[in-house]
C-alpha cells in the first residue's frame, strides 16, 4: 500500500525560526516521485518541489531546503529564517508509475509563523 | 498564461438540491483531476481523466458523484442530489502533457456549502 503520512498537524515559530516539516512515506515500488505544496490561506495550491526516487540529493531554493532519505522513506522541508508570509498548510506528495500515476497527499501541516 | 479555471467560486445550496462544478485545465496538459478538501479527510482524489477518458474513479463517495470531461478543455463535477456532508471545497488540478509523474497545477478551488 502507499501512503504519505504526515505527523505533525500544526506547528507555531516565531519569525525567524528555522523550522522542518516532516514527511514519511510509504512503497515497496522502486521508482516514485515524491512533492510538496504549498496552500497558503488564499486556498490555492501550489507546487514547491518535485523529487524521483533515484535522486537523493538535497535541494536548496533560497530559504527552502529539502533533505530526500530513501533509507528512512522521509522527504522532509526545511524553511529557514521564517517569515510570516510563509504561514500556511503544506502538503506532501507521492506518485508511483504503477496505480496509474495517482498523486497521493499527505494530510497535510498547517504552519503559523507569529511576527 | 491562465491557470486552471474553476466555477463557481462558492455555492451554496439546499439539500437535495443538484450541483455541478466545472473547470477548464490549462490548455494542453491532457490529464485532469477532482479533488476534495476537508478538514477531517484533507485532500482526496475522486476521479481522473487521461485524454479525456476517465482512468479511476474508484475516490467517488457513492452514485449521487459523476464527473464527465466531453473534451479537453471542459470537465464537470455533478452531486445529485447533494447532502450537507458533500459540504467541501473541490479542487480541480491539470498535468502537462507527455508527463505522468510530473507536477499538479490546481484551480483555485469551488468551496460548496450544503444546508
Redesign the interface.
Known amino acids: 500500500a502507499q501512503k504519505v503520512t504526515q505527523a505533525q498537524t500544526e506547528i507555531s515559530v516565531v519569525e525567524k525560526e528555522d523550522v522542518t516539516l516532516d514527511c514519511v512515506y510509504e512503497t515497496r515500488d522502486t521508482t516514485y516521485y515524491l512533492f510538496w505544496y504549498k496552500q497558503p490561506p488564499s486556498g490555492e495550491l501550489v507546487f514547491l518541489i518535485r523529487r524521483n526516487s533515484f535522486d537523493e540529493q538535497n535541494e536548496i531554493s533560497g530559504r527552502y531546503s529539502w533533505n530526500f532519505q530513501k533509507s528512512t522513506s522521509s522527504f522532509n522541508f526545511t524553511i529557514t529564517a521564517s517569515q510570516v508570509v510563509d504561514s500556511a498548510v503544506y502538503f506532501c506528495a507521492l506518485i508511483l508509475n504503477t496505480g496509474g500515476f495517482k498523486t497521493i497527499f499527505g494530510a497535510g501541516t498547517r504552519l503559523f509563523v507569529k511576527a | 498564461d491562465a491557470g486552471v479555471i474553476q466555477s463557481p467560486r462558492h455555492e451554496v445550496t439546499e439539500m437535495g438540491q443538484e450541483v455541478t462544478l466545472r473547470c477548464k485545465p490549462i490548455s494542453g496538459h491532457n ?1 485532469l ?1 477532482w ?1 476534495r478538501q476537508t478538514m477531517m479527510r ?2 482526496e ?1 475522486l476521479i ?1 481523466f487521461n485524454n479525456n477518458v476517465p ?2 474513479d474508484s475516490g467517488m463517495p457513492e452514485d449521487r458523484f459523476s464527473a464527465k470531461m466531453p473534451n479537453a478543455s471542459f470537465s464537470t463535477l455533478k452531486i445529485q442530489p447533494s447532502e450537507p456532508r458533500d459540504s467541501a ?1 473541490y ?1 480541480c ?1 491539470s498535468r502537462t502533457q507527455g508527463s ?10 469551488s468551496r460548496l456549502t450544503v444546508l
Open positions: 490529464s483531476f479533488y484533507g485532500l482524489l481522473y482512468i479511476d471545497v479542487f488540478a505522468n509523474t510530473g507536477e499538479l497545477f490546481f484551480g483555485e478551488g
